[in-house]
């Protein structure tokens, strides 16, 4: 009975729904579930009706009792004395029959960022609500006051840091960062510029009240040192780790900004992770170009991008700081903050609104992150391809937080792939697969050091992925340490960063 009532008025089984018999007038309780559907994700009041565990008691209202309570609620919620925004147009609160009996269904959409917090009374600190999935809940004041600074047009990460100097910016991730631009942008005019010209027109500097210059927020955190950066975001917290199903074995391995090792900058942190989260991604050989994975939606690039948009759209002020967790095949991303768009445009993709539209700025200069929309839709998309379990987004509030589940695996050929890192770039010739067989059925004698190095005296360089693959290891975690060995030996030397990381035998 209970699936039937809820395919008649076409709502699903989930917490976005309240019922009230209302026989004894317009509930007072009304308000406070039509604040908590609009700061939330919105839902569906029903009046003349109880809902029980596995039923539906419907009792249906009076022409009478409709006509009444369609003129009280109006007035009330027209009322900014009693509620601070209406958000409804007239088609939102109709009538609706069900086995016979009318009711009023009174449909509540989620607010735009710029009219949260809806809340009832004068006084936003004792009358904002939000739905969790026991209901409707009091807000706490550090929610209410995320939600008025999303109100804000202009973003927070371009304010200057009018009392912080330049010495707060990390050196070698600036200069990491131009190297990458200019790989990528060879002939651009700001590869011409001095350091902090460059940084003026990346917006990562700027000019402070006396006239000097000051890192923005976003300059800060995309370059700045983690002890800076924790001088303006008291919770400002990084956090990459592998995990184990083995309970005696708390991680295999794990970086966050506090280590004190490294910068602890958002920049770093990007290649730390993207670098090792992709490792258990099994690629078949077939599936390369030159070493590249190729997938018609890459399936490497979705997932960079998911990590991408965290950094991006993450509320520094919130708690609990960015964790991403990878357990074997299973990855989890969640950042402090809330979606600034509803579920619909999320998913419909276009429309981001990112929380640090610089930090995306200064990512997709680098060719990392999606400057036009959520990148939702590469993710889905990949993950559809590959047949591969559905990822989960879910919201989560008090604190308020945003969560990517992902499961990877086996990465199947598409055939005629299609190349998403612009023109210039063909799948392998036969030539050269046939080749790379070769050497691996040639080399399968040698030590694995001994294959890395006869290797790059035929071929000159290699790649992470064509090490793991000559070696027939199944990650690249244990090709990384070899590779590691080899370095320190003084035999072979690292060139470029990131994916355009490459090796060679030292001269």
């Not at 950066?229 to 917290?237: A, G, K, P, R």
């Not at 590779?483 to 994916?499: A, D, Q, T, V, Y």
Request: glycine share 6%; aromatic share 10%.
């Amino acid at each position: 009975m209970k699936q039937r009532f809820l395919e008649t008025l076409h709502l699903e089984e989930n917490y976005k729904r309240e019922c009230k018999l209302a026989e004894n007038g317009l509930p007072v309780s009304i308000w406070e579930t039509y604040s908590s559907f609009a700061n939330t994700e919105g839902g569906v009041i029903l009046l003349g009706v109880r809902e029980h565990r596995d039923s539906f008691e419907v009792n249906g209202l009076t022409e009478r009792q409709l006509v009444k309570y369609q003129k009280d609620f109006w007035s009330v919620v027209n009322d900014r004395n009693k509620v601070s925004k209406n958000i409804l147009l007239n088609h939102h609160v109709a009538v609706v029959e069900v086995e016979g009996k009318k009711l009023l269904q009174i449909e509540v959409p989620e607010a735009d960022r710029h009219d949260k917090p809806v809340y009832i009374g004068p006084d936003p600190m004792k009358g904002t609500y939000r739905r969790n999935y026991e209901g409707d809940y009091l807000c706490a004041e550090e929610e209410i006051r995320a939600m008025f600074a999303d109100q804000r047009e202009v973003s927070v990460d371009s304010e200057i840091l009018e009392k912080m100097t330049l010495d707060a910016l990390n050196v070698d991730t600036i200069k990491g960062y131009r190297i990458r631009f200019k790989g990528l942008h060879e002939n651009h005019p700001w590869n011409k510029l001095q350091t902090d010209e460059f940084l003026m027109k990346l917006k990562a500097v700027g000019k402070n009240k006396e006239g000097n210059l000051s890192p923005t927020v976003a300059g800060l955190l995309m370059f700045g040192e983690a002890e800076y950066i924790q001088d303006v975001f008291s919770n400002y917290f990084l956090d990459y780790r592998e995990e184990t199903e083995n309970e005696k074995v708390r991680w295999l391995y794990r970086t966050t900004s506090d280590d004190g090792d490294w910068s602890g900058n958002l920049y770093d942190f990007y290649y730390k992770v993207i670098n090792r989260i992709d490792d258990d991604v099994a690629v078949p050989f077939v599936n390369r170009r030159n070493g590249a994975r190729v997938d018609e939606v890459d399936v490497h690039e979705a997932l960079a991008e998911a990590v991408a948009n965290a950094l991006a759209h993450a509320d520094y002020q919130g708690r609990r700081g960015i964790v991403i967790v990878k357990n074997r095949k299973k990855i989890t991303i969640a950042n402090p903050g809330t979606l600034r768009v509803s579920r619909e445009d999320f998913f419909a993709g276009g429309n981001s609104d990112p929380r640090n539209p610089l930090v995306l700025k200064m990512f997709s200069r680098v060719n990392v992150g999606e400057r036009a929309g959520s990148g939702i839709d590469k993710i889905m998309t990949a993950w559809r391809e590959q047949n591969w379990k559905k990822p989960e987004f879910i919201t989560e509030y008090s604190p308020d937080r945003v969560i990517v589940k992902l499961e990877v695996g086996q990465v199947v050929y598409i055939p005629g792939a299609a190349d998403l890192r612009g023109k210039g770039y063909e799948l392998e010739s036969a030539e050269v697969t046939s080749r790379i067989k070769e050497d691996a059925i040639k080399y399968n004698a040698m030590s694995k050091e001994e294959q890395i190095l006869s290797y790059l005296q035929r071929h000159g360089e290699i790649s992470m992925g064509q090490a793991t693959e000559l070696c027939g290891y199944k990650t690249k975690s244990a090709a990384r340490k070899l590779m590691e060995k080899l370095r320190e030996k003084n035999r072979i030397e690292r060139i470029g960063s990131g994916p355009m990381t490459r090796y060679r035998i030292k001269s």
